[in-house]
């Protein structure tokens, strides 16, 4: 047994001994890998989409099992909650006015979950809720994101109000998990379903970021073209490498400590 763990631990000592450049390095290294990889096995990319909003899905059943079953919201941040909300509405704004299609349905069973689980941190389970902890300021986020849209959103022929909203929510989206990283790093214990919720979120980024840029290689990079111009296709992919990145430490300490406690 012994045997069988040291090649793990051996690898997890080098990387952890590396310094923020080389580790840096390494993810990206990692994330191309796994795009190739995906690029490779997955014949049409758009399912990797369908995968993404499957796997949030699954992140979100965890959350509802928490909050019946354990009758308790323990490291769970309500202002995560809240900017997923606000990011869902105003998503859900903009697919109805802008392209109704069916991630417009997905999107409204998605905020209709997210708002039951703020009802419940709010009023039923509030005693059990980590207020101090919780403690990021949503403004540092809402309002840079605000002010971004106002600069830098699509330029197609839709309406401005529209095309700015779109662009508010794709910059929300991409930072709206900051919130639940600070409570997880205030509380210095993350609890097992809080642990498995986060990681769904960034399995599910990861996988939202694989189909854009596959589906960029795959069009040869029509589809930035019919994005619009200027600067706004390329922060539509900066803001989902950002989030995929955002969450890429937790997942490789997460997957890290699965791997020991199989081998183990």
């Known amino acids: ?31 191309m890998a796994a795009l190739v990889l995906l690029r ?9 989409f369908v995968a993404a909003e499957a796997v949030h899905s699954i992140g979100i ?3 509802i099992y928490k909050l019946t079953k354990e009758k308790t919201c323990a490291g ?16 859900l704004y903009c697919s109805f006015v802008m392209e109704y299609d069916i991630h417009t349905l997905l999107d ?29 300021v949503i403004y540092y986020v809402v309002v840079p994101c605000a ?12 309406n401005l109000l529209n095309r700015i909203s779109w662009a508010f929510c794709v910059y929300l989206e991409a930072v709206s ?15 097992p379903f809080t642990a498995h919720y986060v990681f769904a979120l960034g ?24 994005l619009g111009y200027g600067l706004w296709p390329s922060m539509v992919l900066i803001s989902e490498i950002v989030q995929t990145f955002i969450l890429a430490d937790f997942c490789y300490y997460y997957i890290k400590r699965l791997v020991i406690t199989f081998v183990v």
């Open 1 to 31: 047994m012994r045997t069988q763990k040291r090649p793990i631990h051996a690898v997890s000592m080098w990387v952890r001994r590396q310094p923020p450049k080389v580790k840096a390095f390494l993810a990206v290294v990692s994330g």
């Open 40 to 48: 490779v096995i997955v014949n049409d990319h758009d399912n990797l």
């Open 61 to 63: 059943s965890v959350l």
């Open 76 to 91: 769970l941040s309500l202002k995560s909650q809240e900017l997923t909300a606000i990011f869902l509405a105003v998503r």
């Open 108 to 136: 409204l069973a998605t905020l209709a979950t997210t708002l039951w689980v703020i009802y419940m941190i709010r009023f039923k389970l509030k005693s059990s809720y980590m207020e101090d902890k919780d403690n990021f």
């Open 147 to 158: 002010v971004l849209a106002l600069c830098i959103h699509p330029t197609t022929s839709h």
């Open 177 to 191: 998990v900051l919130p639940q990283l600070r409570v997880m790093q205030n509380t210095k214990i993350v609890e």
């Open 203 to 226: 399995v599910a980024r990861f996988l939202s970021c694989a189909h854009w840029v596959l589906q960029v290689l795959d069009s040869r990079g029509r589809l930035l073209v019919a």
